[in-house]
Every structure is written in C-alpha cells, then in structure tokens.
C-alpha cells in the first residue's frame, strides 16, 4: 500500500510569495490532518478533514492560510503571501475513519523556508 | 488544554548504552499516548501507543508505559544503536476524534 505522499520536499520562497502545499493520502482513508512544526517547537495541529469537510480547523493561524480537500481525495495547503515566520516543516496524516487512537500515518513533510 | 512535555535535547549516547527519554502529559480527558520516530529525512514514523493505563507499548527494543497516576509515558531503551539516531516525539490523542497533541521532539545522536 502507498503510503502518504507529500510534494514538494522542499520549497524555499521569498516573503510575500505564494506556496501550495499537496499531500496524497492513503487510499480510502477518510480523515485527513495538516501539521506543522516550526524550528525547535511542537509539531503543532492545523486542520483536520473528514472527507472533503473541514472538520476542525482550529489550528490554522490565520487567514493567509487556505486548505483545500478535492472531493474527499488528496488535499492542498496554500499560504498567500508568505511570511518568514511560516518556515518549517509541514507535514500530512491520514487515518481510516475512527482509527485516530491507534495513530495516523504520516507523509515525510514539506520544508518550507521563507526568506 | 491539553500538553505534552519531554526532555530537551539533544541527546547523546554511546553505542549499547541505556536510554530514557522523559514525557510527561496533561489532559482532560483519558488519552491514548504514542511516541513517533523521525529518522533522518524521513517523515513521522509511529514508534510504539499505549491506550490504556499499564498499558506497556514496545517496538524495536523500545518500551513505554503509561502512568496514569504521574501521568508519564517514558521512553526506554536497554542498548542504543547508531540506527537509533533520530528525533523523538510524544504525543497524546483525547477522547473522541481530537488531534494528536506533540511534545517538542527530542534529537537523539548514537555514537559508535
């Protein structure tokens, strides 16, 4: 079974530029999270789909952030205009639905740096 | 809210050396605990979970148990290997459908 797939690796950007994000989810699993982990900090939650509903999107730090999840399939995060406080890497989770307490699968991120 | 808290790193052990890395949680609820593995330029890797108190996760030498009554979820190892190098993450999910909640990551470096 293909695993998550996160594209690009890494993206390096100028401040005020616009990056789009893409993670590839496992095959059938319904739920889908956006994470982030900023340089020496917690990987910190950004939104959750459910399919191709945003089911909680509580972590996303502001309007310059869009998410997106294509009918129920693979989903895009775009950050427009980008700031340098948006590096770090991002990354993508996937699980079955009811599965998240026995823990997600996760892609291999997207490093983002904004200079 | 909810927290996870580990032990600032980076760590570094000698090759078959004894490995503890401290977590400790906080959270409203009654939290399945996990530890995920970052290898180098990889992505987050499910290491071990435990779901239940006493509950002990184990996986590639590694255990953990939860504690409720320190609220702890430590991460242990008998005998480090180079492989082991990587970042260490806690984290915790709550009850119902809630985001897994990470500590900040503890680098762990294995001398030969």
């Known amino acids: 079974e293909a695993g998550v797939t996160q594209f690009p690796s890494h993206s390096v950007i100028e401040k005020g530029q616009t990056v789009t994000l893409r993670c590839d989810p496992i095959?059938?699993?319904?739920?889908l999270y956006w994470y982030r982990r900023v340089m020496g900090k917690e990987i910190k939650f950004l939104l959750h789909?459910?399919?191709?509903?945003?089911?909680?999107e509580s972590g996303m730090p502001n309007n310059r952030f869009l998410a997106e999840r294509t009918g129920g399939t693979y989903s895009t995060l775009k950050v427009q205009p980008a700031e340098l406080e948006d590096s770090g890497v991002y990354f993508c989770?996937?699980?079955?639905?009811?599965?998240?307490?026995?823990?997600?699968?996760f892609g291999s991120g997207t490093r983002l740096t904004v200079v | 809210g909810d927290s996870v808290t580990q032990m600032e790193g980076p760590v570094t052990l000698s090759e078959e050396a004894f490995l503890t890395i401290n977590c400790t949680y906080t959270?409203?609820?009654?939290?399945?605990l996990f530890w995920y593995v970052q290898y180098p330029g990889e992505g987050l890797q499910l290491l071990l979970k435990?779901?239940?108190?006493?509950d002990k996760g184990s996986n590639k030498g590694f255990e953990a148990t939860y504690r409720k009554e320190t609220t702890s979820f430590h991460l242990e190892k008998g005998s480090v290997q180079v492989s082991d190098s990587a970042v260490y993450f806690c984290?915790?999910?709550?009850?119902?459908?809630?985001?897994?909640?990470f500590g900040k990551g503890t680098r762990l470096s294995v001398i030969a």
């Open positions: 959270a409203t609820g009654y939290p399945s």
């Open positions: 989770a996937s699980s079955q639905a009811g599965a998240s307490r026995s823990g997600y699968t």
């Open positions: 435990a779901t239940k108190a006493d």
């Open positions: 984290a915790l999910s709550d009850v119902g459908n809630t985001p897994l909640v």
């Open positions: 095959s059938g699993h319904d739920n």
């Open positions: 789909f459910v399919k191709e509903s945003k089911q909680d």
